[in-house]
């Protein structure tokens, strides 16, 4: 199930859609081993070895509630004051993800997809200017290339 949580509330995502965001490998074999690491807890604890959510929020009542928006950027601005690095909150990860994909030459098209812009030109327009370069990659092989075919 794909839902949202928002004011202690869970609802459909942005846009009303669901997508799949692809992972790489190493990171799939660590989230499976954090699951089991979680099934052991749960079962250790009496609640069974059922997992509905990755991050739950252990000082919320009520719940088990997943951490809030709030509680995550506090956490990602600590972890930046601790490593000397200028404070970020978690949204700026997505836009270094988009960032480094394309200029590690993935397709436009696939990041739309992974981001879930309505459409490709949202992500050309937010993420292409900072790829310094980018189309200038051999660009005269590109072009001689093309010359020799055409005569």
């Known amino acids: 199930m ?28 660590e989230l499976i081993d954090y699951v089991r690491y979680l099934k ?15 991050f739950e929020d ?18 990602v601005q600590r ?11 978690p949204h700026d990860l997505r836009h270094t993800y988009a960032t480094i994909m394309l200029m590690a030459h993935q397709s436009p098209a696939y990041v739309q997809r992974q981001l879930g812009h309505s459409s490709y030109s949202i ?3 937010r993420y292409c ?7 200038r990659k051999d ?3 590109a072009l001689q290339g093309r010359v020799r075919k055409s005569d």
Not at 58 to 75: V, W, Y
Not at 129 to 135: C, D, L, M, Q, Y
């Open 2 to 29: 794909c839902q949202s949580f928002k004011r202690r509330t869970f609802k459909k995502p942005k846009g009303g859609k669901t997508r799949v965001v692809d992972l790489p490998d190493y990171l799939v074999e």
């Open 40 to 54: 052991k807890e749960g079962l250790k604890a009496g609640r069974g070895g059922e997992v509905d959510q990755l």
């Open 58 to 75: 252990p000082q919320e009542q009520g719940g088990p509630f997943p951490l809030s928006q709030r509680k995550a950027q506090r956490m």
């Open 79 to 89: 972890v930046c004051k601790a490593a000397g690095l200028k404070v970020r909150n």
């Open 123 to 125: 992500t050309v327009d």
């Open 129 to 135: 200017h900072w790829i310094s370069g980018e189309g």
């Open 139 to 141: 660009l005269e092989g």
